[in-house]
Nanobody, 121 residues
Framework: QVQLVESGGGLVQPGGSLRLSCAASGSIFSISTMGWYRQVPRNERELVTVITSGGSTKYADSVIGRFTISRDNDKNTVTLQMNSLKPEDTAVYYC???????????????WGQGTQVTVSS
């Protein structure tokens, strides 16, 4: 089993910053991609950003220049630095990690529990 623990959500004013972290533990041999998704009520869960094992990143157009994803392979963590936050960034943010429990084994997908980010005056 793989466990993901998220932290860092909260309430912030427009223009402010937050840093979300997600730590993975359990049966992990290797980690491939890691990423962040977000969801608001009655909407589809949407991709915010992903980072590959090689460090390549991809961002949703709406967050380019404001959000930065990074990973610490020694600690099995992924971080989302969120700057210049806007009210439309308000959502529940979920981390995602694709990993293998052992060599030559299939990838498994695990989600964090979700953390609320609210941007409001």
């Amino acid at each position: 089993q793989v466990q993901l623990v998220e932290s860092g959500g909260g309430l912030v004013q427009p223009g402010g910053s937050l840093r979300l972290s997600c730590a993975a533990s359990g049966s992990i041999f290797s980690i491939s991609t890691m990423g962040w998704y977000r969801q608001v009520p009655r909407n589809e869960r949407e991709l915010v950003t992903v980072i590959t094992s090689g460090g390549s990143t991809k961002y949703a157009d709406s967050v380019i220049g404001r959000f930065t994803i990074s990973r610490d392979n020694d600690k099995n963590t992924v971080t989302l630095q969120m700057n210049s936050l806007k009210p439309e960034d308000t959502a529940v943010y979920y981390c995602l990690i694709n990993s293998r429990p052992g060599p030559s084994m299939s990838l498994t997908t695990n989600w964090g529990q979700g953390t609320q980010v609210t941007v409001s005056s």
